[in-house]
């Protein structure tokens, strides 16, 4: 069966947090120890994202991937954490580990540039772990590049490298 998108609905929240932590310890666990994967729970990675949209909702927007009435993913979008005004930041695309190369993930990067460019931005970023291969060869593919700038970020008591990515939408 194909997948489908739709918005996502404060029901969806709960599973979106289960995903995204099935999604973490999956993409993640080649390079992180389980201990720095354990936290945050399925439960409170969900009451995360309540809160999040809860805050963010007016200007981000999150959709979902569905396949055969299972959430399977789900990509993140908003203004530009750096604040310029031409970029859309993607702060989220995440996939079920078994809905890895299936398509959905390319078919939530593509519905992230177009909202992308239905919101008027020229450009759009992302941030990726400099370790996380396998996410930065799925990006490339799809046309972004790394930009040369640096961060990072925590992932349990682990602090980690983080890339952006950029591209033109």
Known sequence: MT???????????L????????????????????EALAEPTAEAMGHYWVERLTWEGTDHRMTVAERDGRLVGFNYLGPDD????ATGLLHA??????????????????????????????RAALWVLADNASA???????????????????IGPRRVARLRYAREV
Do not use: I
């Open 3 to 13: 997948v489908s998108l739709r918005p996502a609905t404060e029901t969806d929240l």
């Open 93 to 122: 695309l995440h996939l079920d580990p078994d809905e890895r190369g299936r398509g959905t993930g390319r078919a939530l990067m593509l519905d992230a540039l177009d909202a992308a460019r239905a919101r008027g931005w020229t």
């Open 15 to 34: 599973v979106v947090g289960a995903l995204h932590q099935r999604s973490r310890v999956a993409a993640y666990s080649s390079f992180l120890p389980a």
């Open 136 to 154: 930065r060869r799925f990006y490339e593919r799809g046309g972004w590049h790394a930009t040369g700038t640096r961060g990072t970020d925590r």
């Open 82 to 85: 750096e604040g310029d005004p």
